[in-house]
């Protein structure tokens, strides 16, 4: 019997005729020892496909690189002056809002009241309320 | 194939030079001298565009690829170029050694890119253009200039030989 072994790599790339396609699968299945053959075909392809793409040295593509350099320093740019503009913002708020000579229980209150309130052992009735008749006796 | 041609060889080295450096490479195992291929591929390339017809411009670009690589090897004498066996037997590796075969071995990229080294030249490359590059069998042989049927055949015989140097 003539194995049609040649069939199976075309067949694995997509690239049998529906009736070279036909003629395989017949063969196929009435043959074990093409079927482990195709088996076997299939895991080499897969691991010469599993091969990694290298990159590209740097400076390799001579002057067709100058058109993407630019695009990278037009990048940096553009993040250096985002980031200068909220730093100045940032001053400029910062001048600006009033400061508050010396804080007061309210103020801590108002502040982080919510915050400590979250946890129990630290709320906010054993650390900012003072007992105002021990205080008067 | 019939897409667009790009239009500048700058646009063929940013869109394909990754993919020829990585032909070159598979096929030389030297990143140097695929770093050589790359750029006498571009001069052709450049050289070449402006009468460039339009058609498979793969199928173009990878013979113009295939020709710099078998000139260099002539040039070079490194290795010699080993012929096609004329007896396909001569290649078989006898029967298939079983479904229980462990293949963790080939899942090493270098004992692939030495197994890929052992083939002879014609196999390689229709092996790599066809696993590596992705190209169809049409596209490959407009590359190599050989009939599909060649093609078909060589990429087999290669898979075959790979399978018996990885096993």
């Known amino acids: 019997m003539s194995h049609p072994t040649e069939m199976m790599s075309a067949y694995l790339d997509g690239e049998l005729t529906r009736a070279e396609a036909s003629?395989?699968?017949?063969?196929?299945?009435?043959?074990?020892?093409?079927?482990?053959?195709?088996?076997?075909?299939?895991?080499?392809?897969?691991?010469?496909?599993?091969?990694?793409?290298?990159?590209?040295?740097?400076?390799?593509?001579?002057?067709?690189?100058?058109?993407?350099?630019?695009?990278?320093?037009?990048?940096?740019?553009?993040?250096?002056?985002?980031?200068?503009?909220?730093?100045?913002?940032?001053?400029?708020?910062?001048?600006?809002?009033?400061?508050?000579?010396?804080?007061?229980?309210?103020?801590?209150?108002?502040?982080?009241?919510?915050?400590?309130?979250?946890?129990?052992?630290?709320?906010?009735?054993?650390?900012?309320?003072?007992?105002?008749?021990?205080?008067?006796? | 194939m019939t897409e667009s041609v790009p239009l500048t060889w700058e646009e063929v080295a940013r869109v394909y030079g990754r993919k020829i450096y990585n032909f070159s490479y598979r096929l030389t195992g030297n990143r140097d001298d695929a770093a050589d291929l790359v750029q006498e591929v571009l001069l052709r390339v450049r050289r070449g565009l402006a009468s460039y017809q339009p058609g498979s411009f793969e199928g173009w670009l990878w013979r113009i690829t295939r020709n710099a690589f078998l000139d260099d090897v002539r040039k070079r004498n490194r290795r010699p170029v080993a012929p096609i066996p004329d007896d396909v037997e001569r290649w078989d590796v006898g029967a298939s050694p079983g479904s229980d075969v462990e293949y963790s071995r080939i899942s090493l990229g270098d004992d692939i890119q030495k197994a890929l080294l052992e083939l002879p030249i014609e196999f390689r490359e229709a092996v790599v253009l066809c696993d590596v590059i992705g190209l169809s069998y049409e596209e490959i042989a407009v590359a190599v200039a050989v009939p599909i049927g060649t093609v078909r055949s060589r990429i087999h015989r290669g898979r075959k030989i790979l399978k018996e140097l990885l096993t």
């Open chain 1, 23 to 137: 003629q395989l699968y017949a063969h196929m299945g009435t043959c074990g020892s093409c079927v482990a053959e195709m088996e076997e075909l299939q895991k080499v392809r897969t691991a010469i496909r599993s091969l990694p793409m290298v990159e590209l040295p740097p400076g390799l593509l001579g002057d067709a690189e100058p058109t993407v350099i630019p695009l990278r320093r037009n990048r940096g740019f553009l993040v250096g002056a985002a980031a200068a503009g909220v730093a100045l913002v940032i001053a400029v708020a910062t001048i600006l809002t009033p400061q508050p000579s010396a804080w007061s229980v309210d103020d801590l209150n108002s502040r982080f009241g919510a915050r400590v309130s979250l946890d129990p052992a630290f709320g906010p009735a054993k650390v900012m309320v003072p007992d105002v008749r021990d205080v008067q006796e």
